[in-house]
């Protein structure tokens, strides 16, 4: 099956640093998709993004599908960004189900 | 609803019993997940429903799990005679589409804790 493969897998970051999480996959995809899951262990969606660029305030991304990757941005880091990061795919004629990576935990120290 | 609603939060229980997870997806949403997050397996797909098409069960580790929609709406996920191995937070997601077209929104998660 798919491999997702997220790095860092642990990154501290002070206060208002950008940073750059990467997410790598092994096969093509239709769907991929960046959450966040909060100390609380809320997940939250963050993108859908496929392919092409999105931003969201502080927060933008950008999946290269035919290079088989994603890059989340983080710029103006807060300490409320802290929590654990998830890239997850689906592929190609198995539906909606998402295949997540191992995520990045991120700390925001103030 | 608002997002997707679980219940119960925390469920307790001892090896060997039958547990029932509830989800209620967000109102229209025609495709519902249920995923599960365990300290060793990060998080994996069980199962999803679209629709009234039959479920793709591809993900359901054993037997001993199951789970049915009624309605098109309501989710219940079935563990029988439960494991020590079962012990993980069981999360539900509903999406607009099943084809990997829409973002899946989860909710809050059911922490399933065998004795």
């Known amino acids: 099956g798919i491999q997702v493969e997220q790095s860092p897998p642990d990154l501290i970051l002070q206060e208002g640093a950008n940073s750059t999480l990467r997410c790598n996959f092994s096969d093509s995809v239709n769907n991929l998709q960046w959450f966040h899951q909060n100390p609380w262990g809320q997940l939250i969606n963050l993108f859908y993004?496929?392919?092409?660029?999105k931003q969201n305030g502080r927060l933008s991304a950008t999946t290269v599908a035919t290079e088989r990757y994603s890059l989340l941005y983080i710029s103006s880091s807060q300490t409320t960004d802290s929590g654990v990061y998830f890239c997850?795919?689906?592929?190609w004629g198995q539906g909606g189900k998402l295949i997540f990576g191992q995520g990045t935990e991120l700390s925001v120290k103030p | 609803g608002a997002g997707v609603s679980q219940s119960p939060s925390n469920k307790v229980t001892e090896k060997g019993k039958d547990v029932e997870l509830r989800c209620d997806p967000i109102s229209g949403h025609t495709a519902l997940y249920w995923y599960r997050q365990s300290l060793g397996q990060g998080l994996e797909f069980l199962i999803y429903f679209q629709g009234n098409s039959a479920p793709d069960k591809s993900g359901l580790p054993s037997d001993r799990f199951s789970a049915e929609r009624t309605g098109g709406s309501v989710s219940t996920l079935t563990i029988q005679r439960t494991q020590q191995e079962d012990s993980a937070v069981y999360l539900c997601?509903?999406?607009?589409?099943?084809?990997?077209?829409?973002?899946?929104?989860f909710g809050d998660g059911t922490r399933l804790s065998i004795l």
């Open positions: 993004i496929p392919s092409g660029t």
């Open positions: 997850a795919v689906g592929v």
């Open positions: 997601a509903s999406s607009q589409d099943s084809r990997g077209h829409q973002p899946q929104h």
